[in-house]
């Protein structure tokens, strides 16, 4: 009788220590959005949490803290670089004051995929570990350019006397177009438009109907430039503790949310034809000005990267550009 009970004790001591060693090989990354949690980029997401916290059960967890309301919009970039949060979903732009570099990001003019293969993906990371403490896992929006959405209509490409919302994004590329420029969150551009604080704004392609920006805005001048980029960036030094094991699982879901991103080409064309049923207007110029137009966005943009880091930018250049 007494054995009997010492086994089971010994058993269930077996069994606690084994439920202990699985917990202990279980981490969970905290995560928190840039953007706003109604928005498209949390929207997509989501479910690719769920499935990574469904297939990742005693190796690796995501627990989503929430967007904005959690970290504001401009301070989720040192939030990571410090070990606030591990993981952020933010686009460079939103992260410059950490480094200037990040803006660089929507240079490339290639695909994820081929980032990937030609060692921009590498070169990017050189820089995140080396200047940010951050580890840039993946990008999870490609295909969505950027465009000028005005309350006033213009016949070629010249911003003068205009009010344009800016980010870093283009604001060297809308000075250069003679632009008065304004730098708010995107909180505030519904009533910055609605005051008349603010003319008009650059914005991705899709987007503005989750702010109902669409309700302020009269044109959009086509064509677009840059690619938007969203993208998924760790702690480093949260990223050097996982195993082996779960850094494994976490690459191999980074890779299953690039392979979801031929979604957003669906999305630009659908968002396009929404806007114009919402009487936005599409604003273009003749082929040569058109050329001219997305030339010189890339031209400026370049040139400003090679002031800020010019090391960086002759790196990056050749593996961001199309051969």
């Known amino acids: 009788m007494r054995l009997t009970t010492i086994r089971k004790a010994a058993l269930a001591v077996l069994a606690m220590g084994l439920a202990a060693g699985a917990a202990a090989q279980e981490a969970t990354l905290r995560l928190v959005s840039a953007f706003a949690e109604n928005g498209i980029y ?124 800016i980010t870093p994004v283009y604001r060297d590329f809308f000075q250069s177009l003679n632009a008065n420029v304004i730098t708010t969150p995107p909180g505030e551009v519904y009533t910055a438009l609605e005051r008349g604080v603010v003319d008009g704004y650059g914005w991705p392609i899709g987007g503005i109907f989750d702010l109902n920006w669409q309700e302020k805005t009269k044109y959009r001048v086509d064509p677009g430039f840059y690619d938007a980029e969203v993208s998924i960036i760790m ?45 936005i207007q599409a604003i273009k110029f003749d082929a040569a000005t058109s050329k001219a137009f997305v030339d010189k966005a890339y031209e400026v943009a370049w040139a400003s990267a090679a002031k800020q880091s010019p090391e960086v930018a002759a790196r990056f250049k050749p593996l961001f550009s199309p051969k």
């Open 42 to 165: 949390v929207q997509r997401l989501q479910p690719w949490i769920n499935k990574f916290n469904a297939e990742g059960k005693g190796v690796l967890q995501i627990n989503f803290i929430g967007g904005p309301k959690a970290i504001p919009t401009f301070e989720v970039g040192n939030a990571v670089k410090t070990g606030v949060v591990d993981m952020a979903m933010s686009t460079g732009a939103f992260y410059t004051n950490v480094m200037p570099e990040s803006d660089f990001l929507k240079l490339t003019q290639i695909p994820v995929a081929e980032q990937r293969k030609n060692g921009a993906f590498d070169a990017i990371n050189k820089v995140w570990n080396e200047k940010g403490n951050m580890q840039y896992l993946a990008r999870m929006v490609e295909n969505q350019p950027f465009h000028i959405y005005t309350n006033k209509k213009i016949d070629k490409p010249d911003l003068t006397g205009l009010k344009i919302r």
């Open 235 to 279: 702690n480093l030094p949260a990223y050097n503790k996982l195993s082996q094991a779960q850094r494994a699982y976490l690459q191999k879901q980074l890779l299953a949310l690039e392979a979801e991103n031929g979604f957003w080409t669906k999305y630009a064309a659908d968002e396009t034809a929404r806007q114009e049923k919402a009487g």
